[in-house]
Nanobody, 115 residues
């Protein structure tokens, strides 16, 4: 059973930092591509960052240079380091992976950035 559990969200002032974590189980984490998505109020869910099993990364233009995705295969965990946060980064952040052409999602963690 695939399970993804996000943590690390919270309230932060603009310009601050947060680190999100996503602990994965039920998958061969070491060979899995992982991703972070976010959904702001009233908006569609959008991709934020991805990391392949070979540690290649990709970022949405709106977060490039501010956010960093990285993984610890020994802990089956993927992280999202978020710096220089802006009010427009406020959203529920979700961890995602695909197994056998099926998407799996965590329950999400709320990030609120105050101005």
């Amino acid at each position: 059973q695939v399970q993804l559990a996000e943590s690390g969200g919270g309230l932060v002032q603009a310009g601050g930092s947060l680190r999100l974590s996503c602990a994965a189980s039920g998958i061969a984490f070491r060979i899995s591509d992982m991703a972070w998505y976010r959904q702001a109020p009233g908006k569609q869910r959008e991709p934020v960052a991805t990391i392949t099993d070979g540690d290649s990364t990709n970022y949405a233009g709106s977060v490039k240079g501010r956010f960093t995705i990285f993984r610890d295969n020994a802990k089956n965990t993927v992280y999202l380091q978020m710096n220089s946060l802006k009010p427009e980064d406020t959203a529920v952040y979700y961890c995602n992976t695909e197994v056998a052409n099926r998407d799996y999602w965590g329950k999400g963690t709320l990030v609120t950035v105050s101005s």
